[in-house]
């Protein structure tokens, strides 16, 4: 199968049926095991992007929150999140079929505090002085929760050692 192929062939049909231009296929040992278009628009999920969607499937189906041996093909270059949120997952190879500077002429979504021009510069920010209003309200209660948790998992810290 050709994955780039199919990766495009996902993205055109959303737009077809009043999506957003964009896809991911995820694929491991030669099978796709997650697979999902834009679903923003049909949802009003700003979450449901085609990465995140594909993401949250491959994992289901392999049975894990990593994904180990796989490959992600994207019709763009992931924007923040996705691009977090692939870190998070860690396949082993991301592969986009475009640029932020290849798609700008056709397509931007701007938001209140996401400009994609400024907003990568906003994570090399210390907290406060970020676009985004945040404010630090310390907890002793909140960090309970991480002790119990260490407590609950044997003295151990790592939530997900690696594998691989």
């Known amino acids: ?21 964009f896809a991911a296929v995820i694929v491991k ?16 999920d700003p979450t449901a992007h085609a990465e995140i969607l594909a993401i949250r499937q491959a994992c289901r189906a392999l049975g894990t929150e990593q994904l180990l041996g796989a490959t992600a093909y994207l019709l763009a270059h992931p924007c923040p999140m996705c691009l977090g949120s692939l870190y998070y997952s860690s396949p082993d190879e991301v592969v986009f079929l475009a640029s932020r500077d290849d ?9 209140k505090y996401f400009e994609i021009d400024t907003f990568y510069d906003e994570f090399g920010k210390a907290w406060d002085k970020r676009r985004l209003p945040m404010r630090y309200q310390p907890s002793n209660a909140a960090i309970a929760v991480y002790q119990l948790w260490q407590e609950h998992n044997g003295g151990e810290r790592s939530a997900t050692p690696v594998t691989g």
């Open 103 to 111: 798609y700008a002429p056709y397509y931007i979504d701007n938001r």
């Open 1 to 21: 199968m050709d994955y780039i192929e199919r990766t495009i062939d996902l993205a055109r049909q959303n737009v077809s049926e009043g999506g957003r231009p």
């Open 29 to 44: 040992d030669g099978e796709i095991v997650g697979e999902s278009a834009n679903q923003v628009a049909q949802t009003r």
